[in-house]
């Protein structure tokens, strides 16, 4: 595959920390439109959050190095931390353009549940013509019901195997909406940080070398009195 038809895939978010869930989706979105590699993007200034990120941007893009280490599609990339502003997916979009990439080579991946509010992001609709957009089944928000959710935009979207294969191998000749139907972890960074504060077990939730980086930095544990 040549440089003009590499696919990319972004997977943003702001992975405080990064858990399975996350990779899972990029797992799935990987195999299924056969995707040339995965940018993984910690956001700076979440615009979507009240309160800033609970670990440092350093922190972050290093619990996301250790779990990228055995998956070699996906890279760590540091394009929102660098900017001292809010962390906007259509500005990323745009200063990934600016690289040479366009739109239809673009995936963004993101979970059911996020882009059922695609309307309050900012830039909508023009967002939606920045780059392909990779919506994966989260639990209790299956894709394919997208197309009831956000019936304006239902003929952008294609539904996608999770084994690839048939119109999601196919190139559009302008971004689309590709509903992913695949398995994914009930896991939130949130009921991470819960059980580290609470002093449980990881397992399951966050790759080994997560687990124990929040350990050793000693992440997401209560202030000291």
Do not use: K
Not at 37 to 43: H, K
Not at 133 to 157: C, N
């Amino acid at each position: 595959m040549t440089s003009s038809e590499s696919r990319i895939g972004i997977l943003g978010g702001t992975f405080d920390p990064i858990h399975l869930g996350h990779l899972a989706v990029a797992d799935a979105a990987c195999a299924a439109l056969d995707l040339t590699e995965i940018l993984v993007i910690p956001s700076n200034h979440p615009p979507h959050r009240r309160v800033e990120p609970q670990a440092t941007g350093y922190h972050r893009f290093a619990m996301i190095a250790l779990a990228l280490a055995d998956r070699p599609r996906l890279v760590a990339s540091d394009v929102e931390l660098q900017a001292d502003s809010w962390s906007y997916t259509s500005v990323t979009l745009r200063r990934l353009h600016q690289a040479a990439h366009r739109p239809s080579q673009l995936f963004f991946l993101t979970g059911a549940d996020a882009f059922a509010e695609i309307a309050t992001w900012n830039d909508y609709p023009a967002i939606l013509d920045l780059a392909n957009f990779v919506v994966v089944s989260r639990p209790d928000h299956p894709a394919p019901a997208m197309t009831e959710h956000l019936p304006v935009l239902r003929d952008r979207m294609i539904a996608c195997p999770a084994t690839g294969g048939g119109d999601c191998n196919m190139t559009a000749d302008r971004p689309r909406i590709w509903l992913l139907d695949a398995r994914t972890p009930d896991v939130s960074s949130t009921e991470v940080r819960r059980r580290v504060g609470a002093g449980a077990s990881l397992h399951g939730l966050v790759p080994p070398a997560v687990e124990q980086y929040i350990e050793r930095q000693h992440l997401y544990r209560p202030a000291s009195p």
